[in-house]
């Protein structure tokens, strides 16, 4: 771990490890986590197309992304109950999967986003973690009130003047980008076990919201630690243990 | 008298009208109840002067500035969500000073290992102690105990007199009789 070839890899997965679980709280709490799995389908599927036509499959991944957390409230009164995450979701992998089987490059990458490419992050990976973590916490501290006022008072939150899509509008956005991101290094599935399972078990052991932040961030953290070094330890696949490790720690807690 | 609002022919609804044309004003200070049997309009007549109701004719006018507090029959969803009673409080801006002793001491406890009453007592105590003019307040006698609409008279009474205009819509007359300056029969006109 300590050797350089994975100092880089590890750090951008650690941090990807605090900001997730935080992230995931929020959509917990909005009856959204679905958002996680629909918004890394798309990001993924972006991924794919911008190495097909030529362009940086992360920038890609994270336009995707944000197009879809953006353009989501557009038809959230069509697709209510969730269901503009399902079609997101479906719409995302379809698009995913007939880009890597009709090019092999999109083939090879289409493997490494759903399996988790950790391992292969650089140091540019790393710096565009740690700017999302920081802007994630501030923005995360901004909204934290609103949103939570929102979801148990919305009549209250509606009659003091408070705009609802700044708050809802502006956290779909970075829900999406901040996935796009993780999946871009962890894959599918390990970012969205972050995103689930932490939340997941503070939401059900927490005293109050300021405690389940903190227990899904240990939780997280912890979790991504372990995984990281028995993937390394027994030269497996890192998403894959990342989250069996996590329903592990699930199931023990739960 | 400081008038906070001023309803005139207000006709309101939501897809269709939903109540007869009432004229109703409240004055800072002042508790005024509204009752009348069911389907009447209660509701909609309080969720139009929160500015929530479709208004199909006549109008409202409310002081400039008026901050407003309004509680629904919608009870907050906080099963299964790691919210604390100060941390409910908190967010409206309300303060835990003046609740009743059987919810003080559990003020620290998640909102989902409440009963139902202190639950919704302490629901209602976020709204009612929120920073306002006036508050509007549907039905806040229902899951109370005797020790609850006691303790929820004795606070709006001190509310008005801290100047804050109350409109109540309630059932319970017992409540409604002893709470309020004023009662709107909707359907039969203003009764003192």
Redesign the interface.
Known sequence: MWNELFLVPFLTGLGLAVLLPLLGCYLRLRDEWLAALAYSHVAAAGALLALVVGLPPTAGGIAAAGLAGAGKRLFSRRLSGGASYAVLLLGGWAGAVLLAANHPMAERLGHALFDGQLYFSGSDQLALVAIALVLALLLLRLLSKNLLLAHVYPDFFRIRGLRAWPIQGGFDLLAALFLALATMSMGVMGAFGLVFIPPWLAFRRARNWRSGLLLALVIGVLGYVAAFALALGLDQPFGPVLALLLIVIGLVIA | MNSLLRAEGLVAGWQKPATQAVDFSLAAGEVVGLTGPNGVGKSTLLAAF???ARIFSGRIEQQKGL????Q?Q?I???V?????G???L???GAGAAGLPPWLAGRI???LDRLSGGQRHYLALW??LQ?PADLVLLDEPTNNLDAAGVAHLTAHLRERAEAGAGVVVVSHDAAFVETVCDRVVLLGAGDVE
């Open positions: 929160a500015g929530r901050r407003l507090a309004l629904t919608d907050p969803p906080v299964g969500l790691p919210l604390s100060r941390e409910l908190a967010l409206t620290d406890m998640r976020a709204i929120a």
